[in-house]
C-alpha cells in the first residue's frame, strides 16, 4: 500500500513567488527526496494555465502527480479562508504557507492539514502589508488555531511569537530553512561578475527603505566619518513607495555613485555577488527566519546583522551581532561593526570559516525528513 503525502506547491506559480516561491520550491524537492518507501508526493496547485502545470513538475521533479483545484488561486484563497469549499478532500496535506485547506475533521486519523508561519508582520508590522493581505493573513490565522494538525516554523524565536499571537498548544513544531538551490559559485564567475558590474571591494546588504528592514541604519552609519568609503551592492527593490534608495543614501551622508542596485538575481548570479563582498550586511530589525544569513555562511562571507532573535538563534555566534536599541545608536553600531570587519583581515578570516563551519548545520535533506517525521508523529 502507498502512502501519499500532498504538498501545496501553488507558490512556485503565483504571479510573484518570491521568497515564499524559493522555499515551497527547494522544500517540495527535499520531501520528495526524502520519501520513505512505499510514500509518494502529490501536489496540490490551484487552477492554472498548462505551462503552469507543467513548470510545478519540472521545478520539483519525481512527483507522483498534481491536484488541480476547481478554484483559481485567488479565489481559492478567498474560499479556503472562508471554510467553504472541502477541495482538495482528506489524506495527509503539507502547506508551505498558511494558504491550505483548514477545516474541520477528526485528530489523529488519517486526514491531516499541517501548516506553515513565515512572520507575523499581519500582527507586528501590517503597515508593511496591504490591508486585505493583514486580514487574510489574520483569518487564516484563527482556522489555523481550530484546525490544523500542526503548525511549522522556522525558528524557535518565531515560534516563541507565534505563542503571543495564537495559543497552539504542542502543535508548533520548528523545521528550518537552508541556502536556496544552485546558489554556488562556478567557473563562469569573473564573466558573472563582470557583467553585473561588481566593484572590487564593496559590502552587500539586503533589504528595503521600509524602516524595519534597517536599510536607512546602514546608510546612516556608511555616513559616519571613519568609515570606509566602500561600494555598496543592495539586495532588493529600488523603491519604498515614494523613497528611492539613491536618494535616501545621498541624504544621509553616502555619495549615490556608491549605490549599486541589484533585485531579482538567479541563485548563481547571487551567488557571486554574496561570496566577493567582503560582508554581508544584514540589518533588519525584526525577522522570522535567518535564511539570508544562512546562505552569506555558506558562500564564507563575514557576516554582520542585528540581534533580531531569529538572527541570534541562526548565527549562534558566527557573525557579529549589533544590538539594535535603538535608531541613533544603532547606525553606530553598525558603523564601527562595518568598519571592524573591512578593516581587520583577521577577523574577517576568521568569521568566514566560522559562518562556513555553521551554514552545514542547515540543510533541505534535514527539511524533508524532518517533514515526513511530522506526518508520521501526526
Partial sequence: MTTTL????????????????????????????????????????????????????????????????SLARRELAAAWQLGVTTSPG?????????????????????????????????????EALTAASVA???????????????????THALAERLAQVADLGDRVRVIGTAPRSGLVVGADADERAARLGLPREYIVVPGTLEPRKGLVDVFTALGRR???????????????GDQHVATVADESGVDASRIRHLDDL???????????????????????AGTALIEAFSLG???????????????????IAVPVMGDDGYADRLAAAITSVVSDRSLAERL???????????????????????HADL
Avoid at 487574510?136 to 522556522?154: C, L, Y
Wanted: proline share 8%; with cysteine; hydrophobic share 40%.
Fill in 6 to 69: 500532498r504538498v501545496i506547491l501553488d507558490q512556485i506559480v503565483a504571479p510573484v513567488p518570491g521568497a515564499l516561491g524559493q522555499y515551497t520550491r527547494d522544500l517540495g524537492r527535499a520531501i520528495v527526496a526524502a520519501s520513505p518507501a512505499n510514500c509518494d508526493v502529490e501536489a496540490i496547485v490551484s487552477s492554472s494555465l498548462p505551462d503552469d502545470y507543467d513548470r510545478v513538475l519540472s521545478e520539483v521533479p519525481g512527483l507522483s502527480g498534481l491536484y488541480k483545484t
Fill in 90 to 126: 482528506g489524506g495527509m496535506i503539507h502547506g508551505t504557507s498558511l494558504f491550505a485547506p483548514l477545516r474541520k475533521h477528526p485528530r489523529g486519523g488519517g486526514d491531516q492539514v499541517v501548516v506553515t508561519v513565515h512572520d507575523l508582520l499581519a500582527w507586528t508590522h501590517p
Fill in 226 to 240: 571613519g568609515v570606509p568609503e566602500l561600494p555598496v551592492v543592495i539586495l532588493g527593490p529600488e523603491k519604498w
Fill in 266 to 288: 538567479d541563485a548563481p548570479d547571487l551567488a557571486i555577488v554574496i561570496s566577493r563582498a567582503l560582508a554581508f550586511v544584514a540589518p533588519s530589525h525584526d525577522e522570522g
Fill in 352 to 374: 568566514s570559516l566560522v559562518g562556513s563551519d555553521r551554514s552545514r548545520a542547515f540543510s533541505w535533506r534535514d527539511a524533508g525528513e524532518r517533514v515526513w517525521q511530522l
Fill in 136 to 154: 487574510w493573513q489574520k483569518g487564516m490565522m484563527k482556522r489555523a488555531r481550530r484546525h490544523a494538525d500542526a503548525v511549522v516554523v522556522p
Fill in 301 to 319: 562571507t563575514p557576516v554582520i546583522h542585528s540581534d533580531a532573535p531569529a538572527f541570534l538563534e541562526v548565527s549562534a555566534g558566527s557573525g
